[in-house]
């Protein structure tokens, strides 16, 4: 089983990680940690994005991304939930997603005691952009 870590302090970690994504996270540190193993795209260019193979939280499937600025320090983590069915575009449904938003919103209840909060590291929200059809959990850190 995985934890999330202490994400109130902007802490997360994934259950079998030794490393743990930080506010202080540095791109070179992410390159030498257990958690790049899970790399499952990576796009380098001014600001780089790594979206990891899905990791488990208490039975809950999320997809993670994490997105580094030009200064090679983290700025962003994106989590959502994994959804069971088909994820394909034909399947989608704003229903659907906002569901995912709900569950979100649940999981950031029994951890932070919100859906959205800001501290003096960043903040954490649970959104919905129906822009991108798409619902998430974000982390920035300042």
């Not at 193979?53 to 200064?71: A, E, H, K, Y």
């Not at 983590?77 to 569950?103: H, P, T, Y």
Request: aromatic content about 12%.
């Amino acid at each position: 089983m995985s934890k999330m870590g202490n994400l109130s302090n902007g802490i997360i970690q994934f259950g079998g990680k030794v490393f743990a994504i930080s506010p202080t996270l540095t791109l070179q540190d992410f390159l030498q940690s257990d958690l790049y193993s899970d790399v499952k795209e990576e796009i380098i260019n001014d600001f780089s994005r790594f979206t990891l193979l899905p990791q488990t939280f208490n039975g809950i499937r999320l997809s993670v991304s994490l997105l580094f600025g030009n200064q090679k320090k983290i700025f962003l983590v994106n989590i959502s939930k994994v959804m069971d069915q088909d994820s394909s575009w034909n399947s989608w449904s704003e229903q659907r997603e906002l569901e995912r938003k709900k569950e979100h919103d649940i999981l950031l209840e029994k951890l932070i005691g919100n859906t959205s909060c800001k501290y003096t590291w960043g903040e954490i929200t649970s959104d919905y952009d129906p822009r991108s059809g798409s619902s998430m959990i974000t982390i920035r850190y300042f």
